[in-house]
């Protein structure tokens, strides 16, 4: 079997499976958030922290829980780190210094996961498991609970009510996440990811010499990184690494993992607005940017040229010979697509414009079918602008769901769209002019460009990989992505949150033979245009001094 073919073939097998994942995941998500009983164990926690889970929210109280929980989980992992050197379980590691400890408190608060550490020789296991693997969880759970606060916005009317935070947050985190954490990780563990917490052990090498290697809760943190769409490897070499990601079938288990509850979550959306036709137009957005963006990725690293390439099946640089090409591709757009930023391969050494894929998906917002919760919600606002900009074309007032879009929620939905290519584009442009930054670029020239340009998409857009040839540990990058990630995450959740105590407030308005058809293919590719249009146009200039040059060159 040719490459080409495995990698086709691999790529039908996971449509299939979220194929038949699709319907029972959706349905059962929306139950978890429409339920008017607790369970037990909830309560405990509910208790424990002193929240009332049936209090109703207007978006400011919903947002003063969002941001309440995540500082207070900012500081806790901050600490955390600064008392490794005294924790049990720390291999002896020291403390982290204080620029990398609060990147890292940044990045896995905001369900980014990018890390500017070596996993292995870092990070104990106090700090993996009761830190890191605690955020995983928990900022996923965040996330999800944005997205289900901005559907009550559109199914709600006459009543500014988004929920309850504390109550979406629980939920999210123990009916939906951990116990779908634990399969995956019991399927892990059957198919070779470790699962331990042993400690530094001295292994022999095929060629002499020997090696140290510690062990931990691998599989069960792979499982929630994935699941989450978190990202941050227990190794440096992330799921590259054998003890993460052992073979071709749990490479591409990892890639269903990180897809599912995104994709699934369109279908909870159409149960909560009362129409599934309108989930699966939104799926369908998904579908044509997640697929275009794969057989393009396919295509730029299968067509090879020169010898080396031909007798190696295709651009085999920075990819695991266990998975090749194929494999390698479906991953890297998967995880820049969501905000995963979990890698099998090193997207620095793929093609010039393999490379420009990889960020362009971050550029997209991450919403094909992005990450948990911040995917939906991300298409929900574009979706929100397709809508005016067809009532533009026809002369009409827009409406969306039986809501009309008028003058706050443009504003709101406009700011939205905005915030992260400033970040990304003013960071990137602070990073080049300053003279200290560039020597962190293992590459000069146009692919020098493209990993400072990669790192504050990454960052700005909370997905969390990295071009490999920039040195990310100083003081400076430490600080401006930690700042990123944190900009990046929380600032367009005012507005979400903003807009769906907007849209719950209206009444709704009747349909009429003169109004839009949202669940319609039409519609299906008037968003999926817009989306295109409206990234191209922002971030071209940027993309064609870095990935476009190097591509072309």
Not at 419 to 442: E, G, N
Request: with cysteine; charged share 10%.
């Amino acid at each position: 079997m040719g490459p080409v073919l495995a990698g086709f073939l691999q790529l039908l097998a996971l449509i299939g499976a979220l194929a038949l994942a699709y319907v029972p995941l959706g349905n059962y998500m929306a139950k978890v958030f429409s339920a008017d009983k607790h369970w037990r164990v909830e309560m405990w926690v509910y208790r424990g922290i002193g929240a009332d889970p049936d209090a109703k929210m207007r978006w400011p109280a919903y947002l003063r829980g969002v941001l309440a929980f995540s500082a207070v989980g900012v500081l806790f992992l901050y600490l955390l780190q600064r008392i490794q050197g005294v924790l049990p379980g720390s291999f002896g590691f020291s403390s982290i210094e204080p620029a990398q400890a609060f990147n890292t408190a940044a990045s896995f608060v905001t369900n980014t996961n990018w890390q500017s550490y070596y996993g292995e020789q870092a990070m104990g296991h106090i700090v993996q498991t009761a830190g890191l693997a605690v955020q995983n969880f928990v900022s996923a759970a965040v996330g999800i609970a944005v997205a289900v606060a901005l559907v009550r916005g559109f199914a709600r009317s006459r009543t500014g009510e988004l929920g309850n935070f504390w109550a979406d947050l629980v939920r999210g985190t123990i009916r939906i996440l951990l116990p779908g954490a634990a399969i995956a990780a019991i399927v892990l563990v059957a198919c070779g990811a470790i699962q331990n917490f042993s400690g530094i052990h001295e292994v022999g090498q095929f060629m002499g010499g020997s090696q140290q290697w510690n062990g931990g809760a691998v599989a069960s943190q792979e499982a929630i990184k994935e699941f989450g769409t978190n990202g941050g490897g227990y190794f440096n070499a992330n799921s590259a690494h054998p003890f993460e990601n052992p073979t071709p079938f749990t490479n591409l288990f990892e890639i269903f993992l990180l897809l599912v509850i995104p994709f699934a979550l369109t279908r909870t959306f159409g149960v909560m607005v009362g129409s599934v036709k309108q989930g699966y137009a939104i799926l369908a957005a998904m579908c044509t940017i997640w697929l275009g963006f794969v057989v393009l990725m396919m295509w730029t690293e299968f067509a090879h040229h020169g010898p080396a390439l031909q007798a190696a099946g295709g651009a085999m640089e920075g990819k695991e010979v266990r998975f090749g090409v194929g494999s390698s591709s479906i991953f890297a757009v998967s995880t820049t697509l969501t905000s995963t930023g979990a890698v099998d391969s090193f997207h620095s050494s793929f093609t010039g414009l393999g490379g420009g894929i990889t960020m362009l998906g971050m550029m997209l917002g991450e919403i094909a079918p992005g990450g948990t919760g911040s995917g939906l919600y991300g298409m929900l606002i574009m979706a929100v602008i397709a809508v005016f900009i067809a009532g533009l074309m026809v002369g009409r007032t827009p409406e969306y769901l039986g809501k009309k879009i008028g003058s706050r929620e443009m504003k709101l939905a406009a700011i939205y769209i905005l915030i992260t290519p400033a970040l990304v584009l003013v960071f990137t442009a602070i990073s080049m002019a300053l003279p200290t930054p560039p020597h962190s670029m293992l590459n000069s020239g146009a692919h020098g460009f493209s990993e400072v340009l990669y790192a504050f998409t990454s960052a700005a857009n909370n997905n969390g990989s990295a071009f490999a040839g920039l040195n990310a540990n100083t003081d400076w990058f430490n600080t401006m992505t930690g700042s990123a990630m944190l900009l990046g995450r929380f600032l367009p959740m005012v507005f979400v949150l903003a807009l769906a105590g907007s849209l719950a407030e209206q009444k709704p308005v009747p349909v009429t033979a003169g109004t839009l058809r949202t669940d319609k293919p039409l519609y299906a590719g008037l968003l999926v245009g817009t989306i295109v249009v409206i990234t191209g146009l922002t971030y071209f200039p940027a993309l064609a001094l870095g990935p476009l040059a190097e591509g072309l060159a």
